[in-house]
């Protein structure tokens, strides 16, 4: 006999064998028709699978409301369009299709080369796939039998993942539906019919072959998937929208970055105007750690393996880092992926006294990380980054101000660039995992104080997330909703009982006792790399930096060229009081020079013409709101510095209302 | 029949075989006496080696007063020390002994472990040999015949060299002078006598043979010596005040930065103090950038291999630099051993027309090379390191006004640290050399142009060195005189005409005439790397910064606990108007609190006791004239704005008179 437990508690017992399909049904029907897969015992399955025929298992029936059952759909609807694509072309060699946060691809070796016109005859094919209402099916094969399978369909990039990747597995799994037959682990919803309407084929992009330059080109055709209908709708709005907003056309256009692939991929050359947007930020986290008390300090780009080893970075993360430099005497050297170990080598450089602490060390810190070929992409996913990174040493007494104190330095900055819609995750421990380090009195501690101390700051959205914790201690994350309703984790604050500890880097210092005490870590970086921060800031405003950003904040424009000598004086006037001013004194006509300066989102223009000298004003053209007439420089200068110190974030988009800053 | 020309022009015949020494005295025997070395058609020749019996020959007798004649016979003083060290102690093995910039050394690998303690009893015995007038005599003999004479003399190392490091020299040279032999090219005075008495063994060190660390240490012997005792006084008085000044002493006592074995030698950790020297030196330098004209821009540490393959630097300068990073998927990342190809890159990211020229790059660029291990020292001799780089593409008729303006920046920029002293070397190519990139007309106007801007300007000492230009053009450096008479090298300003080319990354704009042009490039950094300059910078002023750049500038003390509130708010006040302050409000004596500040070298103290509190004044306490008794805290911070504006520099060494500025 099964006992069937429920979400709600409630139970039931089931004596012959059943599918949870049959436990839905025997609720109700109702339940039965809305249900899309199954969890049990936390672990995903196949609506139509059988359970277990005797003991107990916790049963979940997810229907279309479930994030899980989304994502099932969206592997199911990946198949269909696999299987529409080897319907309308020959010769396709399947490759891999999985989901993605958003929707899913599949990689295809195929002769035609697939472009967007192809997309509505795909989703036509699979409109009629999903219509036809063909079941899933699961099979599970023995490896040599699978292999022989997929010779007869002349699959060979199946028979070589077969025969390479999973050479130690005995029994395949496998799923079917109509004539589509496919490797997969699942789970998928029982039906094509559940996939719905509202599917979507977005985009074609170059893939290799398990992710190896060396192997063929793949062609990996973007897909997404909604049960409603809706939702797509504002999830292709979205996209519509991110793509005007793409950091790396605006990056481009504006001249703010650039990527080479002489340098490298995913190595990035802030150009000069995207080097003044950071130097700006820079300036302004450092008016920060002054006022919260953090000293500055620098450290090499390089760090011996040994000092890695210490750390537990070595060998254990190196897969996605960069190789160790080896030199002909022995010595080996790694690209530093973190700041930490060199911030407590500093520490470490004196001892520390109670009196001394917190210490709070800051640094723009470069780390380079050895980021997947395919996942690079402009200033967001890239391969060396500088974070504002600091890390604090104190009491287990000190935690909570701290961590108070990194919160609050977070908010200040965001709020600072007009990115006050966020959420924060709390990170905590499973308190069933054995996998985390220190000992479960302090983590029960530092997990209260940490959940206190941000109901007291009434954080908004505040989640904790059982599990998310690092394994060195509790974490607070940072989640930003962006200007077109994208989420971006930024900000982290983190609890650290690891590195400190005996088993790594030994840390102490001296309490009142006279005796030695191990320190607490918090590592925190408020913007986290100023890399990927600046990428968002540029999707965020579209490229129209607020006034305090922007990397040109005026431009002097003349009527003629009569003016030019009045033009460059009202400029260096602008340039003395501290304002980042260009002039523009060509004999072209005004129109051209204020679209242009329009073009490149200069927040003001100052155009001056033979009346403004003789009035000892300016024409102000404001990006935004046009025109604002003639203005005496003073009281120009007046503004344009009041609207910098309250960094303000004036945009076209608030006034349209879709931007909620 | 030979013909002798010498430097005056003049020229004599001689008909017979003659040496130097022989020609020196058919001049006149005073000149013979005089005689140390001599330089024949450009190469050093020993004084009675036989000059050819026939042709011409340019001859130099060097006397001296000759700094090559100094070189020679400190190699002669080595070899005197060598044998000394042989009499005095037996099984002695000889390994190699060079000159070097101030003296020279002698590696042994003997049983006695040498100390200061030996060094009277060397001199002593030195002065034995000096005094016997032993003649230095040069022998050349077949490799196998050298093996057996050190095999039966016991010389191990010599006899490993002759096999392994000479093995392809049929013939090696000797020098022989009483019962001591060496392998060795020379050249040699004529006698011992002539090292006479103004000599001195410094320090015994340890080395390995061959610098290779896995083979046995030696005992490095270091001494010097001069024709002069008044230049040798002087020399061991300079060593003896840079002892005390030694940036590495003084660096760890005020905590100002640490090198750390685990993270390797040679990689700077700059401590938050250190740190904020160099914070407040890189601030400076922004603000002269600003004023000039130069965009800042930042690029990562690394880059593919082929980058500096386009640029030449690899594999060509190799063994300076650390080992490429080797990827698994083929890629290779060379550490960034210069930032001129990521600047260039930058360049490169549009099209330029000359009206964007001059385009001023600039960037605080941590570069890396791979020192020696021998060779790394503290912060003046490093592994990594960051330079106050920019590079300048402008066009040929910019350059004049742009090396200008490079001139002038470092003399802003040396003169605002107090750096007063300094000569400018002008090295231009060697006409008769092929290793110059170019041709020969853009080289003769650079370096008329070169030279007419220095004379212009009224360098000090300026010197033209012919055959030291870099390879791809001229260039000027400027070199320091500190506190106490030591050189440095410091800023250099490089014009390059090669990296610009079509064999290299051909770099272009679109002239005037609509046609594409190749620009130059300016190679600068005012102050060469921030680690080197802020080392040399703490021995200048033995540690005691000038106001605006010590990183702690004014601490307050309490008389008693009564003034805490006091001190605290005159604390807030000083750090509300910009300046870095702490307050010492232990209950200790004052004495000891005022003793404290002094050995930190804090620039001013504010003792604050009751009856200040009255007057709202401070007791000022000045490091270098002691108390100045009591001022109003409003006149204080006036008194201290003004010294921090002027950038003045006030040390105790002034007062002495030593220090010059």
Chains 1, 2 share one sequence.
Not at 606 to 622: H, I, N, P, Q, Y
Request: some cysteine; hydrophobic content about 40%.
């Amino acid at each position: 006999m099964l006992t069937v437990t429920f979400p709600d508690g409630s139970r039931k017992d089931f004596s012959s064998s059943v599918s949870s399909y049959d436990v839905a049904h025997s609720i109700s029907p109702a339940l039965a028709k809305a249900a899309m897969v199954a969890e049990v015992d936390g672990e995903l399955i196949d609506l139509h699978a059988p359970l277990p025929e005797r003991g107990e298992v916790v049963l979940r029936i997810l229907a279309k409301k479930d994030p899980e059952a989304l994502d099932v759909m969206r592997h199911s609807c990946a198949h269909v369009m696999a299987q529409a694509v080897m319907r309308l072309w020959d010769g396709v060699q399947l490759a891999f299709g999985p989901t993605t946060a958003n929707g899913f691809y599949y990689d295809f070796d195929l002769d035609h080369s697939l472009s967007e016109e192809d997309f509505p005859l795909i989703e036509s094919e699979m409109t009629k796939i999903i219509a036809a209402d063909e079941p899933f099916e699961w099979l599970l094969k023995p490896r040599d039998e699978a292999i022989e399978l997929f010779r007869g369909l002349d699959q060979q990039l199946k028979v070589e993942h077969l025969e390479t990747g999973l050479a130690d597995e005995p029994m395949v799994s496998f799923y079917r539906h109509g004539e589509f037959l496919d490797l997969c682990r699942g789970k998928h919803i029982s039906s094509t019919r559940h996939i719905g309407k509202a599917f979507k084929i977005l985009s074609v992009a170059g893939a290799y072959w398990k992710g190896d330059a060396k192997r063929q080109q793949l062609q990996r055709l973007y897909g997404t998937a909604f049960f409603d209908a809706k939702e797509l709708a504002e999830h292709l709005r979205q996209l519509e929208e991110a793509k005007k907003r793409d950091h790396r056309v605006i990056g481009k256009q504006l001249g703010l970055f650039a990527v080479n692939p002489t340098v490298g991929s995913g190595l990035v050359l802030w150009l000069p105007k995207g080097a003044a947007i950071r130097g700006i930020l820079e300036d302004y986290i450092k008016g920060e750690l002054r006022r919260w008390n953090y000293e500055t300090v620098y450290t090499p780009h390089i760090g011996r393996v040994e000092l890695y080893e210490i750390s537990g970075h070595y060998p254990y993360y190196s897969d996605s880092q960069f190789a160790p430099i080896d030199m002909d005497d022995g010595e080996r050297y790694l690209l530093k992926p973190m700041n930490c170990p060199h911030h407590i080598m500093i520490y470490q450089s004196k001892l520390r006294s109670y009196r001394d602490l917190p210490v709070r060390l800051a640094e723009f810190g470069s780390v380079y990380r050895y980021e997947q070929s395919g996942e690079v992409s402009g200033m967001t996913r890239v391969r060396g980054f500088t974070q504002d990174d600091a890390h604090i040493f104190c009491t287990e007494d000190q935690v909570t101000d701290e961590f108070r104190g990194c919160i609050e330095m977070t908010q200040n900055m965001l709020a600072a660039v007009g990115m006050d819609q966020y959420r924060v995750r709390l990170g905590f421990r499973d308190r069933d995992s054995d996998k985390y380090v220190g000992n479960a009195e302090i983590w029960d501690r530092a997990e209260a104080a940490l959940q206190k101390v941000c109901e007291e700051m009434h954080l908004p959205d505040l989640t904790i997330e059982l599990g998310e914790a690092a394994f060195y201690g509790p974490k607070a994350d940072f989640v930003v909703t962006d200007c077109i309703g994208r989420e971006w984790q930024l900000g982290t604050v983190q609890l650290d009982y690891n590195l400190p500890s005996a088993m790594r880097f030994g840390l102490e210092y001296i309490g009142a006792d006279n005796r030695p005490h191990e320190p607490v870590m918090i590592h925190r970086a408020p913007l986290g790399s100023l890399e990927r921060f600046v990428g968002i800031l540029i999707e965020h405003f579209a490229g129209a930096f607020p006034l305090w950003l922007a990397p040109e904040q005026i431009r002097v424009l003349t009527v003629s060229e009569k003016s030019e000598e009045y033009g460059r004086q009202v400029e260096k006037e602008l340039r003395a009081a501290g304002f980042r001013v260009a002039g523009d004194y060509r004999s072209q006509k005004l129109g051209a020079k204020i679209r242009e300066a329009q073009l490149e989102l200069i927040p003001y223009m100052l155009v001056v013409g033979e009346k403004d000298r003789e009035a000892g004003s300016v024409t102000v053209r404001d990006r935004i709101d046009g025109d604002l007439g003639p203005i005496k420089v003073a009281d120009c200068m007046a503004k344009f510095r009041e609207e910098v110190e309250a960094k303000r974030v004036r945009t076209a988009a608030k006034r349209g209302g879709s931007c909620s800053h």
